[in-house]
């Protein structure tokens, strides 16, 4: 049998104007959902930025909800690669960190008008069922263990070890708590600027990944970051003198019920 020659159709006027429509159509609806909210936002907004009738938005997309998702898997598919180009080059825990740190310091330096709305849309989702579902299977496709196989050996190793007796989390699970952290992160910056300065920001973003994805032993605990200064043993005179403190107060508030 003779080799067959597999022959691309290219594209016709039609085909072309209808992808340039939704390309244009989605990056209007970025805009309009950034600026007004998921719940804010309307399509005939939306078109008129686009330079299009609303029925062109009906002709691509069933709904807002619809159109909102369509943007979601676009920008979900380029952060999954952001991550995977950044990991690519690993060849260590440190390196790994560091690509981490930049990625998602990177997120809540420019990217703080998305991280607020995808946090906007989580809580519509939760009081909407078909939202709910979709937004699930995002979530699972954007962490399940296929996309991460092609990752250097370092990144698949992440997880193994149990410093001081405790288990460290895997890929998947780690970094969907860093994606569900930075976005509260960039929200909360809003009402304390003060506080959680850039610089800050970048350090607890480090001390999350590396408590997440590094290996722990190194990491400084909650409270040896809260009260610097203290030692170990300090810590936990500290952990015990609280814990008697409030058997105490149990103990007289049951003497007083009896009363």
Not at 7 to 28: D, G, V
Not at 29 to 34: D, S
Not at 176 to 187: G, H, Q, Y
Not at 235 to 247: E, G, H, K, P
Request: charged fraction near 25%; proline fraction near 3%.
């Amino acid at each position: 049998m003779g080799t067959q020659t597999v022959i691309e159709l290219k594209p016709n006027k039609h085909q072309l104007r209808a992808k340039q429509t939704r390309e244009l159509l989605l990056k209007s609806a970025e805009i309009v959902f950034v600026r007004d909210g998921y719940l804010g936002a309307e399509l005939g907004e939306i078109a008129t930025l686009a330079g299009r009738s609303k029925g062109a938005i009906y002709g691509h997309f069933k709904s807002k909800e619809d159109l909102y998702f369509a943007l979601l898997e676009e920008r979900t598919s380029g952060y999954r690669e952001r991550v995977e180009a950044a990991l690519v080059g690993c060849k260590s825990s440190k390196e790994i960190s560091r690509a981490l740190v930049d990625h998602f310091f990177g997120a809540v330096k420019e990217d703080k008008a998305w991280c607020r709305l995808l946090l906007e849309f989580k809580l519509f989702a939760v009081r909407n069922h078909s939202a709910k579902k979709r937004l699930q299977k995002i979530n699972k496709n954007l962490y399940y263990r296929e996309h991460l196989k092609d990752l250097p050996e370092p990144w698949a190793s992440l997880g193994r070890r149990k410093p001081n007796g405790r288990s460290v989390l895997g890929p998947q699970a780690a970094l969907a708590s860093m994606a569900a952290i930075v976005p509260a992160l960039s929200l909360e910056e809003e009402f304390g600027p003060d506080v959680l300065i850039q610089t800050k920001m970048k350090d607890v973003i480090t001390s999350l990944v590396e408590a997440l994805l590094i290996d722990g032993s190194n990491v400084a605990s909650a409270a040896e970051i809260l009260l610097p200064g203290l030692s170990q043993d300090a810590l936990n005179a500290r952990t015990i003198a609280n814990r008697s403190m409030v058997t105490a107060q149990i103990k007289r508030r049951s003497q007083r019920n009896k009363v």
